[in-house]
Nanobody
Framework: QVQLVESGGGLVQPGGSLRLSCAAS????????ISWFRQAPGLEREFVAT????????YYADSVKGRFTISRDNAKNTAYLQMNNLKPEDTAVYYC?????????????????WGKGTLVTVSS
C-alpha cells in the first residue's frame, strides 16, 4: 500500500511561482508513474502532468505546458511540480497519484493510489 502526501500549496499572486511536493511511502517508488491532477471549484478534475518511473519522460496538459515542470527524486521518494507564471485559472486543489502501468496516466480513476490534495490559490 502506497501513501502519497502533497505539500507546498498556498496563496500566490498572479505571475508568481510555487513548488508542490508529493512524498511517497509504503511501497517501491520506482514502480510507479507519478501524475498530478487538479480540480478547480465547480469543475471536473483534470490531468496536469506525468513523469515516468525514472524521470526522463514527461507529459503535460496543454494548459500548463511551458509553465509547469514535473520531476522526481527517487532517492527521496518524492515527486515535484514546479509551477511558474501562475494564473488565476490555476487555482485548484492539486493531487498527486501513482500508476503502475503506462497508458492510463492521465485517467484519475485508473490510478493505483491517490493523495488527498493541496490547495493552490492564485489571486492578487
Amino acid at each position: 500500500q502506497v501513501q502519497l502526501v502533497e505539500s507546498g500549496g498556498g496563496l500566490v499572486q498572479p505571475g508568481g511561482s510555487l513548488r508542490l511536493s508529493c512524498a511517497a511511502s509504503g511501497g517501491t517508488f520506482t514502480n510507479y508513474y507519478i501524475s498530478w491532477f487538479r480540480q478547480a471549484p465547480g469543475l471536473e478534475r483534470e490531468f496536469v502532468a506525468t513523469v515516468s518511473r525514472n524521470g526522463p519522460v514527461k507529459y503535460y496538459a496543454d494548459s500548463v505546458k511551458g509553465r509547469f515542470t514535473i520531476s522526481r527524486d527517487n532517492a527521496k521518494n518524492t515527486a515535484y511540480l514546479q509551477m511558474n507564471n501562475l494564473k488565476p485559472e490555476d487555482t485548484a486543489v492539486y493531487y498527486c497519484a501513482a500508476d503502475s502501468s503506462f497508458g492510463t496516466h492521465t485517467v484519475w480513476e485508473a490510478m493505483d493510489y491517490w493523495g488527498k490534495g493541496t490547495l493552490v490559490t492564485v489571486s492578487s
